[in-house]
Nanobody, 128 residues
Framework: QVQLMESGGGSVETGGSLRLSCVASEYTRISNCMGWFRQAPGKEREGVAI????????LYGDSVKGRFTISQDNAKNTVSLQMSSLRPEDTAMYYC?????????????????????WGQGTQVTVSS
């Protein structure tokens, strides 16, 4: 029921910035929460940031807290991820995702099986 498309990936030097965008379509509205995840080759997919689109509440993975900011534009059905102070360790394919159900934010980022719809991904490469 949800279609997602990411854009904005690219190559940047250490310390640089990138802004990713995810356009979501679920009939005429986006999901109640949306997430950004990333996966490097040979590594586990990990949660980066979550936004609850109703009230704007956010969650961040420990490794990106203070450097990344997730935001929404409901009029455009878009969720963005502003990434600053990028490190080589941030190099990964970044995916936008939507769950079947949004658990309360106090429980933290939901486990991977709870996210049922994924975009195709956009590559972020941070060089030394």
């Amino acid at each position: 029921q949800v279609q997602l498309m990411e854009s904005g990936g690219g190559s940047v030097e250490t310390g640089g910035s990138l802004r990713l965008s995810c356009v979501a379509s679920e009939y005429t509205r986006i999901s109640n929460c949306m997430g950004w995840f990333r996966q490097a080759p040979g590594k586990e997919r990990e949660g980066v940031a979550i936004i609850y689109t109703g009230d704007g509440e956010t969650l961040y993975g420990d490794s990106v807290k203070g450097r990344f900011t997730i935001s929404q534009d409901n009029a455009k059905n878009t969720v963005s991820l502003q990434m600053s102070s990028l490190r080589p360790e941030d190099t990964a394919m970044y995916y936008c995702a939507a769950p079947e159900y949004c658990a309360p934010a106090r429980y933290g980022i939901m486990n991977l099986p709870d996210w049922g719809v994924w975009g195709q991904g956009t590559q972020v490469t941070v060089s030394s």
